[in-house]
């Protein structure tokens, strides 16, 4: 592996439950409209986070459930688990079966962590949204459409990163993922144009990139 090589997710299992049991759906408060489940694991956690708000934009679904493992995709439970799982509803399988395909398409085609050094042990994930669903919309606290930079390292390479990226660019920090997350990764969620999310990955990254070239204070 290269520096600054994609470290791409893998779709791992995805299921339609076309009529959810009555239990199950009070257990995750449904509304009595939707009545189907998609279900969707992956190995790489931000990345399905920013996958599934993009199949909220696809299909008339809401996202009821999305949670992290701790440990990460290494330590999963089991083959097909990952390091997240996430749950879609909606009103009939054909909608869930919508949102889960644009999600996958997401994941394969946008959504990934790059490699920080040669070694492809240290990632980051430097992610502009231009426009966000109804998921990271709640997540962050904006309005539906609003842009997001989605920045996620290792938690003294996201704490220096967060901070260049704040300075580079206007933005507003809606969202601190305080270490240790569930996956021991650290980021945040922030706001602004278009053009000043980009302005903050950008930094983001590089600030990144000089702490794994040179973790020593010079």
């Known amino acids: 592996m290269a520096l600054l090589d994609p470290i791409k997710p893998q779709i791992l299992a995805v299921r339609v439950i076309p009529n959810v049991h009555p239990g199950l759906a009070d257990r995750l408060k449904l509304r009595p409209e939707q009545r189907s489940l998609g279900l969707i694991t992956c190995t790489s956690d931000d990345a399905l986070y920013t996958s599934i708000d993009a199949g909220t934009k696809m299909a008339d679904v809401e996202v009821v459930y999305a949670k992290s ?6 330590h999963a439970s089991g083959p097909l688990s990952g390091e997240i799982v996430a749950l879609f509803a909606g009103p009939d399988p ?21 490699a920080a050094n040669e070694a492809g042990t240290n990632a980051f994930f430097a992610h502009t949204i231009s426009q966000t669903g109804s998921y990271l919309s ?6 539906r459409g609003a842009p997001l930079a989605y920045l996620i390292a290792c938690p003294l390479e996201a ?16 969202v601190w993922y305080e270490p240790p997350s569930e ?3 650290s980021g ?11 302005a ?15 973790p020593s204070l010079r």
């Open 183 to 185: 996956t021991n990764f």
């Open 159 to 174: 704490t220096v990163g967060l901070d260049a990226a704040l300075k580079a660019a206007d933005v507003e920090m809606k």
């Open 94 to 114: 054909s909608e869930v079966r919508a949102a889960l395909e644009a999600t996958q398409a997401y994941a394969e085609k946008e959504a990934w962590f790059y």
């Open 138 to 143: 709640r997540q962050a606290g904006v309005a």
């Open 69 to 74: 493992f701790y440990a990460g995709a290494a």
């Open 200 to 214: 903050a990955c950008d930094a983001f990254r590089e600030a990144v990139l000089d702490v794994a070239k040179h």
């Open 188 to 198: 945040g969620l922030l706001t602004g144009s278009q053009s000043a999310c980009r």
